[in-house]
């Protein structure tokens, strides 16, 4: 499934919106989350998982065909931990 | 760094604040969202939702894993995990601003004997 078929699903059932609202909600959503994201704020959404962000320390790797040491910069990565329910729902349905 | 959490009632705030809904329809939109990709994972399909990232199924064989209060070894019985793979878009934009050179740090990180614990508080299950 993808983002237009989402928002398709969701206007089929609020057929008193317009297709375009449904549009701008189903972004709101996910642009919540990810602004959220950027201050470092954590997403909880019960039954469905958490989001959350995390921190990778700057560190020396390595050119793999060289075997130069390269820096890398430290960085942070969003993480997505799912929850109870859902990972049950993937398991016995 | 960002001690808040946000939860369903931020996000269907949000719907109030930018689209002009109703409150209660608001959360309801939001839970049906939610829903909806629960359901499509539930039903084994990928859920792609492009500038956020995709939610993918995985399949995981049996392996012997360990009783880590004991030590026995047990089975671990083949199942579906969920993995969520963030967006470039998501990536660059958690990473815009804020971010220090390897170089200094790593500098002051091969001097350290002792680093301040970085642990962030243990997240808790949902």
């Given at each position: 499934?993808?983002k237009?078929e989402?928002?398709q699903k969701?206007?089929a059932?609020?057929?008193h ?17 990810v602004?959220?994201?950027v201050r470092?704020?954590?997403v909880?959404?019960?039954g ?7 921190h ?13 040491a390269?820096?890398?910069?430290e ?5 997505f931990?799912t ?7 993937l398991?016995?349905? | 760094?960002g ?5 369903r009632?931020?996000l269907?705030e949000?719907?109030?604040?930018k ?8 959360q309801d939109?939001v839970e ?8 499509t ?9 492009s500038s956020?990232?995709?939610?993918g199924i995985?399949?995981?064989g ?5 009783n ?5 070894e ?5 199942r ?6 963030p ?6 934009r958690?990473?815009a601003?804020?971010k220090?050179?390897a170089?200094q740090?790593a500098?002051?990180a ?8 970085r ?8």
């Amino acid at each position: 499934m993808i983002k237009s078929e989402l928002i398709q699903k969701i206007a089929a059932a609020n057929p008193h919106l317009y297709h375009r609202d449904v549009e701008r909600i189903v972004n709101v959503v996910f642009d919540e989350i990810v602004d959220a994201l950027v201050r470092r704020d954590r997403v909880e959404l019960r039954g469905f998982g958490a989001f959350t962000v995390k921190h990778r320390a700057a560190r020396f790797g390595r050119n793999p065909r060289t075997g130069a040491a390269v820096p890398v910069d430290e960085k942070f990565v969003p993480f997505f931990k799912t929850g109870k329910e859902l990972r049950d729902r993937l398991n016995n349905s | 760094m960002g001690g808040k959490t946000l939860t369903r009632a931020d996000l269907a705030e949000a719907v109030v604040r930018k689209v002009g809904l109703p409150r209660n329809e608001s959360q309801d939109l939001v839970e049906l969202i939610l829903s909806e990709i629960s359901i499509t994972l539930a039903a084994g399909e990928s859920v792609k939702l492009s500038s956020f990232g995709s939610f993918g199924i995985r399949e995981k064989g049996e392996r012997v894993g360990r009783n880590p209060k004991t030590g026995k070894e047990v089975p671990i019985t083949p199942r579906r995990v969920l993995v969520f793979r963030p967006s470039n878009v998501m990536k660059e934009r958690i990473n815009a601003g804020g971010k220090r050179k390897a170089a200094q740090t790593a500098e002051t990180a091969s001097a350290k004997t002792s680093r301040p614990a970085r642990k962030a508080p243990a997240t808790r299950q949902v």
